[in-house]
Structure formats: structure tokens, C-alpha cells
């Protein structure tokens, strides 16, 4: 999904899809997390900030799903955004994913830069991510779970706050699992 | 003959719900207007976190089915934290919850009474309705 480029290779027009590109955060340990954590891997994104009182408790929900039936899955992670990087620091990420019993780096939540964090989410994940003070919480953002595949493409995006969405995103994963 | 016995039946059976409910009181079917009202609210403001069944999730959000905050914590109380949240930790069946809760500002009375009403006696056993001068007055006096 998302923007395509064609190059000509010998005389023939080749699709180029668009990939998630380079970029590193620090997750709820402290830690630097980048893409080349993901190298091989599937991995579910999504963004959300841990005082949000709207979708984000759901997304959560719907997460944890993920979280503990890939459990055991090593070649599929999960990847958390917050779009609220000056509150949501490490230490708050960490009371945030242990609270919610879930641990590093199968399930990174990672924060930033704010305008990298954005920029990333609206122009590589395709989502909405951005501060709206006439919002609840104080910021807009989507609830979607964005899956990308071992080549770093974009392969789905649902919502996930729909338990029926985030089953059709596990069936999706069942294949890419099966992918080389 | 089937058909027909199978109508008689469902007429009989209507014929004594409709006996049942004229029978409830007013002041039982205002209460349980305050309960379905409530309910709406709670999908609508409290679900997300607390969960449709009141489980609550992991150690990020207390539940409310089943817990000692129904006894601990009366009405007057409940309404302040629906309302204003809930800075500081709290206590649910022995074990603190540590994540701030956020206010709902924008609720009225009305919508804080019938929540209050729809919890307690969803998990509080407790069928008695919480009134609207009940809710102002508690809202009004809030620490």
C-alpha cells in the first residue's frame, strides 16, 4: 500500500512500493529501537499516548490480543508510537507496559521527536497523528494498527478498536507468516 | 396445529408480560430508565477503559464487577470521580491502581446520576436510584 514508483530496469517498467524508511527511538527501557530491530520481521504499529482517555484504551485492549497470541511467535512484534513524546517518556512507558504486563521488545513502546514521530506516522504509516487541542486528551490521531511485512511494506491497516478488524488482521498475519 | 399452539402460547406469554409490566410501579420504571440511561453513558464514557463486563484490564485500569469499591466508596463519592477522575492511586480489592484517571467535565448531573444508578446496581447490588438532587449536591461538594 501507499505511494508506488516505477522504474525502468533494462528496458522494463518495475513497481517500487512504498517502504517504511530508516528511524530510531527510545523505547520504555531506555533503549534505542530502530528498523533494524524489525530486519526479517512482522511487525504491527500503532499510535497512541498513555494518557489518552478516548480509542486508545481499546486499541490497548485489542493489542493485548496480539500481544499474548503471538506470544511465542518470534518473528512477529509489536511496535507503539506515542504522539505525545513530551509526557510520555521512558519512565512513563515503562509504568504504562508494566502495568499492562506486557514487556519489551516483543512489544516496543517507543518516543521522541514529536515532529519525527508525525511525520512518520502520517507520511510512512499513513495514519493521522497530530495535537488538537479541541480533542479530548488533547491530541487527534487514529485507531489503526498498521501491518507491515519482512520487506518493510505496508501490507494492511485496520482499525483497531473493532475486535472483527483486528481478527481479520490476525488471518492477514497467519499469512505473512507463511511468507519467505 | 403445531403453529397454531405455538401462537396461543407466545399470545399467553404476552398477554402475562404486558400484565407483569403494567404492574411495575412508577417510581420502578423511572428507575429503570435512570439504569438504561446509564448504561448508554457508561458504553459511551467509562467502557473503553473499565470494559463492557467491568473486568477492568491488567494493572492499568481497576475493575469495577466484583470489587470492594461498592461497599468502600458511596454514591456521593463515586460521583465525584466519574466527574473530576481520579489523581492519585486507588485502592480495588486490595490492590492499588496507580494510572490517572481523566475527568469527564462535560457531564451534566443527569448523566452523572444515572451512571452512578446503572453501577451500583450493575455491581454495587444495590437497586436504589441515585436522584438528580442527590448528584448536584454530591458534585457540588466535591474535595
Not at chain 1, 517504511?20 to 500503532?46: C, M, R
Not at chain 1, 517518556?89 to 521527536?113: C, D, F, I
Request: include cysteine.
Amino acid at each position: 500500500m501507499g505511494h508506488k514508483d516505477t522504474v525502468v530496469k533494462n528496458g522494463k517498467v518495475d513497481t517500487v512500493y512504498h517502504q517504511i524508511p530508516s528511524f530510531q527511538f527510545l523505547n520504555q527501557d531506555s533503549t534505542w529501537v530502530s528498523d533494524k530491530n524489525y530486519e526479517g520481521k512482522i511487525y504491527v504499529a500503532d499510535f497512541f499516548f498513555t494518557s489518552c482517555p478516548t480509542i486508545c484504551p481499546k486499541m490497548k485492549t485489542q493489542m493485548l490480543r496480539l500481544y499474548e497470541r503471538y506470544a511465542h511467535e518470534n518473528q512477529l512484534a509489536l511496535l507503539s508510537f506515542s504522539i505525545d513524546p513530551d509526557f510520555d517518556r521512558p519512565h512513563v512507558l515503562k509504568a504504562y507496559a508494566s502495568r499492562l504486563q506486557v514487556q519489551s521488545p516483543k512489544w516496543n513502546m517507543v518516543t521522541g521527536e514529536k515532529a519525527k514521530i508525525y511525520e512518520l506516522g502520517q507520511k510512512s504509516f499513513m495514519v493521522t497523528a497530530q495535537e488538537d487541542k479541541n480533542e479530548a486528551g488533547g491530541f487527534v490521531h487514529s485507531g489503526a494498527f498498521i501491518l507491515v511485512d519482512k520487506q518493510r511494506h505496508v501490507r494492511g491497516i485496520y482499525d483497531g478498536t473493532q475486535e472483527q478488524e483486528v481478527n481479520h488482521l490476525m488471518e492477514d498475519i497467519e499469512l505473512l507468516l507463511k511468507e519467505k | 396445529m403445531k403453529i397454531n399452539q405455538a401462537f396461543l402460547g407466545l399470545l399467553a406469554a404476552s398477554t402475562l408480560l404486558l400484565i407483569q409490566s403494567s404492574c411495575q410501579s412508577k417510581e420502578e420504571i423511572f428507575r429503570q430508565q435512570y439504569v438504561v440511561e446509564g448504561m448508554m453513558q457508561y458504553e459511551k464514557h467509562c467502557e473503553n477503559c473499565h470494559q463492557k463486563e467491568g473486568s477492568g484490564l491488567k494493572d492499568l485500569y481497576p475493575p469495577l464487577a466484583k470489587t470492594d469499591l461498592w461497599k468502600r466508596l458511596n454514591a456521593s463519592q463515586i460521583a465525584c470521580i466519574i466527574k473530576n477522575g481520579q489523581k492519585e492511586a486507588i485502592l480495588v480489592n486490595q490492590k492499588s491502581y496507580q494510572n490517572y484517571m481523566p475527568g469527564n467535565n462535560k457531564l451534566e448531573a443527569l448523566d452523572v446520576a444515572e451512571i452512578v444508578t446503572y453501577l451500583r446496581d450493575k455491581w454495587g447490588n444495590d437497586p436504589r436510584i441515585f436522584s438528580l438532587d442527590s448528584a448536584r449536591l454530591a458534585l457540588k461538594n466535591c474535595p
